[in-house]
């Protein structure tokens, strides 16, 4: 069973004095954007477009990848001072091979999550083995900022990523949180860190988490594949078959698997979708 609570805390939507600045920020230094197509990122390269009073013109095509949804808004991210921030558009105004539009009157502040959780269990039964996990404030699982410097530095790393984790497509939002947890191990490997086991990424395809077992023991998810999982996020209860599309194994009691939940039911897959993602799914 799977069961997880987080406090989200809404972006900050910024005053007129403080879009204009961001606005001349944005004509000034042409920041690289990362842009969300329902759960397909897409990124525009720092400089590689023009930005005049207000208005942004891109002279190649905005990749939009193979969504199967189409989704209500598309998200524009880009960081300033290492604050991200963005703003959504209409889907149409990236069509064609030009796009050029106005910014949008509405730029928000991402406040992330203030890290703390209300329900810390995270429990995977397969076959008679179960597993128990906590949430991690670090990586929240209804609020993710996308850093596109990061992909573009790191896009060779994403696809190996994505192919160990069985996934099918490098420039996902589950792809770039894979590569954010693992990063942080990487970074943090000299310091003393407690053996935890923690979710961390949950839309309507995937439910990601690191688990720390007994030795020698992960074989056994590895071997059977199949499971079942319920979350109980708030006051719902998903229950849904689960199939390992991957597993990437950090050290002989620690592993991240990777699983497939594609085959829930419509409306839990609409619920972890708007969740996440925070538009219409289709």
């Not at 808004?73 to 091979?97: A, E, W, Y």
């Not at 077992?213 to 849904?240: F, S």
């Amino acid at each position: 069973m799977i069961s997880f609570l987080t406090e989200y805390r809404m972006p900050t939507l910024l005053s007129r004095i403080e879009r204009e600045y961001i606005l001349n920020t944005l004509e000034e230094t042409l920041p690289s954007f990362s842009v969300l197509y329902g759960s397909h990122l897409a990124i525009i390269p720092e400089g590689s477009y023009a930005c005049h009073s207000g208005r942004l013109n891109f002279p190649l095509p905005i990749t939009a990848g193979n969504t199967v949804n189409r989704p209500s808004t598309v998200r524009f991210f880009f960081f300033h001072k290492q604050r991200g921030m963005f703003f959504d558009i209409n889907p149409d105004l990236i069509g064609g091979s030009k796009v050029s539009f106005d910014v949008p009157g509405e730029i928000f502040l991402d406040n992330g999550n203030d890290g703390q959780t209300v329900a810390r269990v995270l429990e995977i039964t397969v076959g008679d083995q179960r597993y128990a996990a906590s949430l991690s404030g670090e990586f929240p699982l209804d609020s993710i900022m996308v850093n596109p410097e990061l992909i573009q530095a790191k896009k060779n790393a994403l696809e190996k990523i994505m192919r160990k984790a069985g996934l099918h497509d490098a420039a996902s939002l589950v792809a770039y949180r894979l590569f954010e947890y693992l990063d942080s191990l990487s970074r943090h490997e000299k310091m003393q860190t407690p053996h935890e086991s923690i979710v961390i990424f949950a839309d309507h395809q995937y439910v990601v988490a690191s688990l720390y077992v007994l030795r020698d023991t992960l074989h056994v998810i590895e071997k059977i594949r199949d499971m079942n999982l319920t979350l109980d996020i708030g006051k719902r209860k998903i229950i849904a078959d689960a199939t390992l599309s991957g597993m990437i194994t950090v050290s002989g009691n620690q592993a991240v698997v990777c699983l497939d939940i594609s085959s829930a039911k419509e409306e839990d897959k609409r619920f972890l979708y708007e969740r996440l993602y925070r538009q219409q799914y289709h």
